[in-house]
């Protein structure tokens, strides 16, 4: 797929921008989903629907990845970031129209984040040798994860707390993501002028797997499955711990958790650095499972503390072993697939993001059920947000099945 002679510097460097881009914008709804349920007076697992409406665009992600097969690897991150651009911008005036419009402009944000993972992470693994492409993607996302730990810092800024109480910023959730609308089509016209080098697919009459769909591939299938239990983890920390702290932890407020929440993405970036090398010498699916056994004991340590001060850090601490996930899945589900049904495969994989959403709002309906109700209104104070967290188990589980077991089933 990639050619060792060539210099990939400037690609690279181009793929790795655009995914901190898509990372600002995806891990901006950990301050988002407090941030509507204050705006609109709402429930937590309506609430969550902030989740459902950004990731479910991922169901498109099949259909994107023949998209970008036909148009080619540059015309589809200009288009994507073009659709984010617009995304954030309905943004803006949906504030002020309603909760479903808010809904609305994320789905759209979200149709072009879809558009830049599809279209980068495959361009990414094939920008060198196939054996460096997990450590090569792993570094990528470190990238991303810069951003993630931008997300909460600067979102921070439109929650605030006192006595219980969480406040909005609509002024500056507004001007938040103008900026994120010019950043995003003022990339997308830099691209136009820029030269990316084309990857060509293997059509040689003896390539290997030539002809036959990434649909029969068995550990390609179980990787978009393993990737939808991921994104319950990655997504999920983020999600309930504002709540939690604020109202599960004692002493502890909002405005605190949303500064301590910048630790979790620094996690992933650190982790991801440290990844980036540790993947040149260990196979991956064996860093996959020791990550994994980890953040299963740190889980167990959360649920033996929960309640106290002491219980935030395991949550935290997740994010330094969650790092690699997404970046190892990615590449064993794509081991041994040619570069004929890559971006196909791709497409495959990202869809599994989907579950993220369905995760979030099943999570938000039983943190609901613990809420005291009174008068027909669920009072957020009373909740048990940390119960959230115990679905992790499910996740870790299937994840280890796929280091052990489902990354090498291949036929």
Request: proline share 3%; with cysteine; aromatic share 14%.
């Amino acid at each position: 797929m990639g050619n060792s002679k060539t210099n990939y510097t400037v690609p690279f460097a181009i793929m790795s921008f655009l995914l901190f881009l898509l990372g600002f914008v995806t891990w901006i709804n950990n301050i988002l989903v407090p941030f509507m349920k204050v705006q609109f007076s709402i429930s937590e697992s309506q609430a969550q629907l902030v989740s459902a409406a950004f990731f479910s665009a991922y169901i498109i992600s099949i259909p994107v990845g023949g998209v970008v097969k036909k148009i080619g690897y540059k015309m589809s991150v200009i288009i994507g970031s073009v659709i984010t651009g617009i995304g954030c911008a309905i943004f803006v005036p949906a504030l002020s129209i309603g909760y479903s419009m808010v809904l609305a402009g994320l789905f759209v944000t979200a149709i072009g984040v879809v558009v830049l993972q599809v279209a980068a992470n495959p361009y990414v693994i094939a920008l060198g040798t196939p054996e460096t492409s997990a450590s090569r993607l792993t570094l990528a996302m470190a990238i991303n994860s810069l951003a993630a730990v931008l997300a909460p810092v600067i979102g921070g800024y439109i929650l605030s707390s006192s006595n219980g109480d969480v406040s909005v910023n609509e002024g500056l959730a507004k001007t938040m993501f103008i900026a994120l609308a010019g950043i995003s089509i003022g990339t997308a016209v830099l691209l136009v002028f820029m030269n990316l080098p084309a990857i060509e697919d293997e059509s040689d009459d003896g390539a290997k797997g030539e002809g036959r769909s990434a649909w029969s591939y068995p550990h390609l299938i179980l990787g978009f499955i393993a990737i939808g239990m991921y994104m319950g983890l990655e997504v999920g920390v983020g999600n309930y711990f504002l709540n939690y702290v604020e109202y599960n932890v004692e002493g502890k407020t909002m405005d605190f958790a949303s500064k301590i929440l910048g630790f979790y993405p620094l996690g992933f970036f650190i982790g991801r650095l440290a990844g980036a090398g540790l993947l040149k010498k260990y196979e991956a699916s064996k860093v996959l499972l020791v990550n994994s056994v980890i953040c299963v004991a740190l889980l167990a340590t959360f649920f033996l503390t929960k309640g106290s001060a002491f219980s935030i850090w395991p949550l935290i601490a997740q994010g330094l072993f969650l790092s690699i996930m997404w970046s190892v899945l990615f590449d064993l589900s794509m081991k041994d697939i040619p570069a004929s049904a890559a971006k196909l495969g791709s497409g495959i994989i990202c869809t599994g993001v989907v579950f993220t959403g369905m995760w979030m709002f099943i999570m938000g309906k039983v943190v609901d059920s613990t809420a005291t109700v009174t008068n027909g209104v669920a009072d957020p104070a009373t909740a048990n947000y940390g119960i959230a967290y115990a679905f992790f188990f499910f996740f870790y589980a299937y994840i280890i099945f796929f280091a052990l077991k489902g990354s090498k089933i291949r036929r």
